[in-house]
């Protein structure tokens, strides 16, 4: 069973940064692309960032700029830098790896809070 850990959450001050982890059961080369998301309560899970295999990357327009989603190969891990976060961005961020276009895999989630 594959699995995703994320890690890394926690409370920070507007303004302030976090890094999450996410480290795979398996290779990294192992999936399509792998994607940061985040769901606020009472809001839809939506996509922060993305990586690829080949190493290419998006982001969604919000976060643009201020994230950094990147990968270790050698530790399976993907990361994301959060830079100068806002009041409005806790949220649980969840860690998705495609594995083919019929399968993907999520974390359980790591909390995130911005005090103002």
């Known amino acids: 069973q594959v699995q995703l850990v994320e890690s890394g959450g926690g409370l920070v001050q507007a303004g302030g940064s976090l890094r999450l982890s996410c480290a795979a059961s398996?290779?990294?080369?192992?999936?399509?692309?792998m994607r940061w998301y985040r769901q606020a309560p009472g809001n839809q899970r939506e996509l922060v960032a993305a990586?690829?295999?080949?190493?290419?990357?998006d982001y969604a327009d919000s976060v643009k700029g201020r994230f950094t989603i990147s990968r270790d190969n050698a530790k399976n891990t993907i990361y994301l830098q959060m830079n100068s976060l806002k009041p409005e961005e806790p949220a649980v961020y969840y860690c998705n790896g495609e594995y083919n276009q019929f399968r993907d895999y999520w974390g359980q989630g790591t909390q995130v809070t911005v005090s103002s």
């Open positions: 990586i690829r295999s080949g190493g290419s990357t």
């Open positions: 398996i290779s990294t080369f192992s999936f399509n692309a």
